[in-house]
């Protein structure tokens, strides 16, 4: 059973900077493209950020495009989400997953952008 596990989140000021991390362990992570979503409260979960299971294919939202920048580590079974010049609207809990067929999801890491 795959399991997800995120980390890095936490409380920011405007302008700030987080970088966020999932870990996948229980699936052959190389194989598959993998997002970073978002639920802000009251929301639905959206698709913030996607990659490419080699790396090479990238593409986000328009609102956090030049301000985000998603990566991984294949060898360490890890995505990573840099995320620069944070507003007050990216404030919400960040889950990472595979881009289809999703598995379960995981705890998820709060942001919350406020002064």
């Known amino acids: 059973q795959v399991q997800l596990v995120e980390s890095g989140g936490g409380l920011v000021q405007p302008g700030g900077s987080l970088r966020l991390s999932c870990t996948a362990s229980?699936?052959?992570?190389?194989?598959?493209?993998m997002g970073w979503f978002r639920q802000a409260p009251g929301k639905q979960r959206e698709l913030v950020a996607r990659i490419s299971n080699g790396g090479g294919i990238i593409n986000y939202i328009d609102s956090v495009k030049g301000r985000f920048t998603i990566s991984r580590d294949n060898a360490k079974n890890t995505v990573y989400l840099q995320m620069n010049s944070l507003k007050p609207e990216d404030t919400a809990v960040y889950y990472c997953?595979?881009?289809?067929?999703?598995?379960?999801w995981g705890q998820g890491t709060q942001v919350t952008v406020s002064s």
């Open positions: 229980g699936t052959i992570f190389s194989l598959t493209a």
């Open positions: 997953n595979r881009v289809l067929n999703r598995w379960d």
